[in-house]
């Protein structure tokens, strides 16, 4: 089946700085992924849409200065957390939308950030 | 969207068969009634999709009665492994399917604790 890979898995940063998560669909191209953030024990919040080679949509709630997207390419979206703070600690979900023989979602396995 | 309601919780042992029902009222007559599984840091994992009557596959079945206001998904013999965290979401076309925009909402969840 289709696969949906993140990078890094899990990331540990000090507040103030950026840190970037990529999402990559490797076999098939995807010019829809979604990313969504989860904390523990709570359900997966969507925070934005990204759409290959134009601007991602945001959720209500959700700053997009903050939260910075990134989809130059039909195989990879990145989500940048910038001057990020332990408020943003959280497991970080992107979806891949597979749009071949009817369209698929596809998740990542998610990436852990935990800012100190 | 349709408003979902599920259980927070549930518990069961090994071997038995378990149940979980999804109430979701305002179900709109485009909408599919799907189910994702979840275990701790990872991306969920789609079970089993359904729009009315009885769906069954390899890992699953999911009952809609006629009035599609709720659904059940009844896992078969449950074992140490099937303990996680189970979606209902409602909405948005087939898993598989042109009408899928890939935009989901996930609501609370039902954590499933299977004891030895």
Same mark, same amino acid.
């Given at each position: 089946?289709?696969?949906?890979?993140?990078?890094?898995?899990?990331?540990?940063?000090?507040?103030?700085?950026?840190?970037?998560?990529?999402?990559?669909?490797?076999?098939?191209?995807?010019?829809?992924?979604?990313?969504?953030?989860?904390?523990?024990?709570?359900?997966?919040?969507?925070?934005?849409?990204?759409?290959?080679?134009?601007?991602?949509?945001?959720?209500?709630?959700?700053?997009?200065?903050?939260?910075?997207?990134?989809?130059?390419?039909?195989?990879?979206?990145?989500?940048?957390?910038?001057?990020?703070?332990?408020?943003?600690?959280?497991?970080?979900?992107?979806?891949?939308?597979?749009?071949?023989?009817?369209?698929?979602?596809?998740?990542?396995?998610?990436?852990?950030?935990?800012?100190? | 969207?349709?408003?979902?309601?599920?259980?927070?919780?549930?518990?069961?042992?090994?071997?038995?068969?378990?149940?979980?029902?999804?109430?979701?009222?305002?179900?709109?007559?485009?909408?599919?009634?799907?189910?994702?599984? !979840?275990?701790? %840091?990872?991306?969920?994992?789609?079970? &089993?999709? @359904?729009?009315? =009557?009885?769906?069954?596959?390899?890992?699953?079945?999911?009952?809609?009665?006629?009035?599609?206001?709720?659904?059940?998904?009844?896992?078969?013999?449950?074992?140490?492994?099937?303990?996680?965290?189970?979606?209902?979401?409602?909405?948005?076309?087939? !898993?598989?399917? %042109?009408?899928?925009?890939?935009?989901? &909402?996930? @609501?609370?969840? =039902?954590?499933?604790?299977?004891?030895?």
């Amino acid at each position: 089946g289709a696969v949906v890979s993140q990078h890094p898995s899990w990331v540990i940063c000090k507040s103030g700085t950026s840190v970037k998560i990529e999402c990559r669909s490797l076999d098939f191209q995807a010019t829809t992924m979604f990313w969504y953030r989860q904390f523990p024990k709570q359900s997966l919040m969507l925070m934005a849409t990204s759409n290959e080679g134009s601007k991602a949509t945001y959720e209500q709630g959700v700053e997009k200065d903050k939260f910075l997207i990134n989809h130059a390419s039909l195989t990879l979206s990145t989500l940048t957390v910038t001057s990020a703070h332990p408020e943003d600690s959280s497991f970080y979900i992107c979806s891949a939308l597979k749009t071949v023989s009817g369209n698929t979602i596809y998740f990542g396995e998610g990436s852990w950030l935990t800012v100190v | 969207l349709a408003k979902i309601t599920q259980p927070i919780s549930m518990d069961s042992y090994e071997g038995q068969e378990v149940n979980i029902t999804c109430s979701h009222n305002n179900i709109a007559t485009n909408d599919y009634i799907t189910w994702y599984q !979840q275990f701790p %840091s990872q991306g969920p994992r789609f079970i &089993i999709q @359904g729009y009315k =009557t009885k769906v069954t596959n390899e890992v699953a079945s999911l009952f809609i009665p006629a009035d599609r206001k709720s659904s059940t998904l009844s896992l078969p013999r449950v074992s140490l492994s099937d303990t996680a965290v189970y979606y209902c979401l409602v909405g948005d076309g087939p !898993q598989t399917g %042109s009408s899928n925009t890939g935009k989901l &909402i996930f @609501g609370q969840g =039902t954590t499933l604790q299977v004891k030895p």
